[in-house]
């Protein structure tokens, strides 16, 4: 069975969406520096990074935080500028030319359109990097116009995942152990993804209660059976492409973010899975104190404070870890609900890599409740 620690490295909970902004440019900045600085120093083989990262308003909170604060400092507390300098130390000394950028899922639409993932993350990298911008990979135009007029066409279904596939293939570069042919898909691990969620819990285009997360076999996909089509989407457009539970849960590292009180329900969803306990129970205060049948030390929560120049875990102080403790003895029942972001998280190894969860105070307050309780 998969304990938290096994699944979840840090659950983060930040004061203000400005500070999640920042706080998940400081995870961009600080890993990606710290993957190419491994391959700079030799310690790992020199290749490019491939970064997935989900559309919404991701790609602009992510592209804020990396770029926008430098000039601002002046608005910022002490916590929040001390996060902008590491930013722009860690950001200024990246070699963007490096990075492959794929979105998490892409609707199928003009790559004109405002719904483009692809074009949204392109639009928000170019106007502030402008050459040195990173290549993002885009659904083949010259399939999305045929398959605009023929949109029941199984080949031409299949042929857009395909394409989406081989394109990946082609920006990362050759097999590392045959030059002469392509790398194969599945051996293709996204060392960062970059995952939003919405109030339903779904992720990519992974969605509750529906074929994508129910029977993903029975969909169109790409010869890997690592990226979907999915038809009759819960949100428009109806037409998607998304990678696979699966290969989004193989990342080398995973920070899923998420903003405002209409994302509680998710949340909550997803950590009562983690603690193994009944939504229900989130609100009540834990009542007994032995300890758990499982470790968690690698499960926390943190909060800061924006007057303060460094964060501040409460773990430390030995407030959240005992609560937490209790709160995995006191289950009652399982929390069992297909929610995807419980899913990801919830079936993801330890050997993966580090995984956090990073939401701002109003998307949090029943866990508040339940780990605060007096």
């Known amino acids: 069975m998969t304990s938290p620690a096994d699944a979840l490295s840090v659950f983060r909970v930040c004061q203000s969406r400005r500070t999640t902004d920042l706080n998940l440019a400081l995870h961009f900045a600080r890993n990606i520096w710290g993957l190419l600085n491994e391959q700079k120093n030799g310690r790992q083989p020199y290749r490019k990074l491939l970064i997935s990262i989900a559309g919404g308003s991701l790609p602009a909170s992510l592209a804020s935080g990396l770029f926008d604060y430098e000039m601002k400092q002046e608005q910022l507390g002490q916590y929040e500028a001390h996060l902008v300098k590491e930013i722009v130390e860690k950001r200024n000394d990246i070699d963007w030319t490096r990075l492959v950028i794929v979105p998490l899922d892409e609707r199928c639409v003009d790559l004109s359109s405002p719904d483009c993932n692809a074009s949204s993350i392109q639009s928000e990298f170019q106007k502030r990097l402008g050459a040195k911008t990173p290549q993002v990979i885009t659904l083949r135009k010259d399939i999305l116009e045929q398959f605009e007029a023929d949109r029941s066409s199984r080949f031409l279904q299949h042929a857009l995942c395909q394409g989406f596939e081989e394109d990946i293939q082609q920006a990362l570069g050759p097999n590392p152990s045959d030059p002469q042919k392509k790398r194969p898909f599945t051996d293709i691990v996204i060392d960062i993804s970059y995952v939003g969620f919405g109030p339903d819990g779904h992720i990519a285009s992974l969605f509750p209660h529906h074929p994508s997360t129910l029977h993903p076999e029975s969909l169109v996909s790409s010869e890997s059976k ?84 460094t964060e501040e875990s409460l773990v430390e102080k030995n407030i959240i870890l005992p ?51 007096k």
């Open 226 to 309: 690592q990226i979907y089509l999915i038809e009759e989407s819960p949100k428009p457009p109806p037409f998607r492409i998304t990678f696979s539970m699966p290969f989004i849960q193989k990342s080398t590292l995973i920070c899923a973010t998420g903003c405002g009180a209409e994302k509680q329900v998710a949340v909550n969803g997803a950590v009562a899975r983690m603690l193994n306990i009944s939504e229900d129970e989130l609100a009540k205060p834990p009542i007994c104190s032995q300890p758990p049948g499982e470790p968690i030390d690698a499960f926390w929560m943190e909060h800061y404070d924006e007057n303060a120049r």
């Open 323 to 373: 609560r937490l403790q209790r709160g995995v003895q006191q289950k009652k029942t399982v929390f069992d609900v297909t929610i995807p972001l419980a899913t990801l998280l919830h079936g993801r190894s330890a050997k993966a890599g580090d995984t956090v969860l990073l939401v701002d105070g109003s998307a949090s307050h029943a866990i508040d409740d339940f780990l605060f309780a």
